[in-house]
């Protein structure tokens, strides 16, 4: 993308739909533990599902691959779909890979956080891939994976009842946080997203630390710069993400490097303490 905004061109997604045939839709339905996967899938045994789909697609061809994605995504296993596909050797089936999920509730937690929809895209999607009871080792939560204590201090900025844990990963609720939380890590760094970005996974303190001393630095240069490799490559898939989901929205009012402002030295007010 930044390519492409350098060179004064057009993004080029180059979406190709993966076509499965009724043929090999039921070759695929046809399998034992494609069969048992589906049916734990449907009586809400999520974790055992998901421990089957993993086993009964381990050795498949790259073709098999695209089928079970194809398959998932029609009972809607998006996660499954989005994990299975991302195996095989075809990645340019945007609507397999970007699903658009709860998107009312993405846009009404956005705007009422006032913050981009599809940057709150990219962040659920790197974060969990809408996989809705995500639990990290960390112990990070749901869809947009807040830590406990960030649910709830976003929550009572928010005005809203989060007591627990289950109230954090409820799905409406985790949107709402996710996007109030993005919000502040924006305004800690006086609307610059790419800082917010990284803030959001490491933290704005740690963040703050990054920052150049003395001559400010381009944001893809800063971002090479990241001292941890989790942060770095984070915000790497978050931006690009966001990008292509921003092209899913039909909202095409930003290119890539107007999300990427120079980053200015520490003392020049570039980051505030929350």
């Known amino acids: ?67 079970a994605a194809v398959l998932a995504r029609h009972w809607g296993w998006y996660d499954r779909a989005i994990f299975t596909v991302a195996k095989s050797d075809h990645l340019d089936d945007l ?36 996989v809705t009871d995500a639990r990290s080792i960390a112990g990070a939560l749901g869809l947009m994976q807040l830590m406990p204590q960030t649910g709830r201090q976003t929550g009572r900025r928010l005005n809203l009842d989060i007591n627990s844990n289950s109230a954090i990963l409820k799905v409406e609720n985790n949107l709402r946080l996710g996007a109030g939380y993005l919000k502040n890590v924006l305004d800690v760094n006086n609307g610059h997203q790419v800082l917010a970005t990284a803030s959001y996974n490491a933290g704005p303190h740690r963040v703050k630390g990054w920052l ?26 978050v931006l690009g993400f966001t990008m292509v989901y921003a092209y899913r929205l039909g909202d095409t009012r930003l290119r890539l490097q107007d999300r990427m402002l120079p980053i200015r030295p520490l003392d020049d007010g570039t980051t505030s303490t929350p």
């Open 1 to 67: 993308f930044l390519a492409a905004d350098h060179v004064g061109r057009d993004y080029s997604m180059q979406h190709v739909s993966i076509d499965a045939s009724p043929e090999e839709i039921s070759a695929m339905l046809a399998q034992s533990g494609i069969q048992m996967a589906r049916e734990l899938f449907i009586m809400g045994e999520i974790t055992a599902a998901r421990r089957q789909w993993a086993w009964a697609t381990r050795a498949m061809s790259s073709r098999s691959l695209q089928v």
């Open 212 to 237: 150049p001393a003395a001559e400010g630095l381009d944001a893809d240069a800063w971002v090479e710069s990241i001292p941890f490799t989790e942060t770095r490559n984070y915000v790497k898939n």
């Open 95 to 130: 609507e397999l890979r970007f699903p658009i999920l709860y998107r009312d509730m993405v846009e009404d937690s956005a705007q009422k956080s006032e913050i981009d929809p599809s940057w709150v895209y990219g962040v659920m999607r790197q974060e969990s891939a809408f």
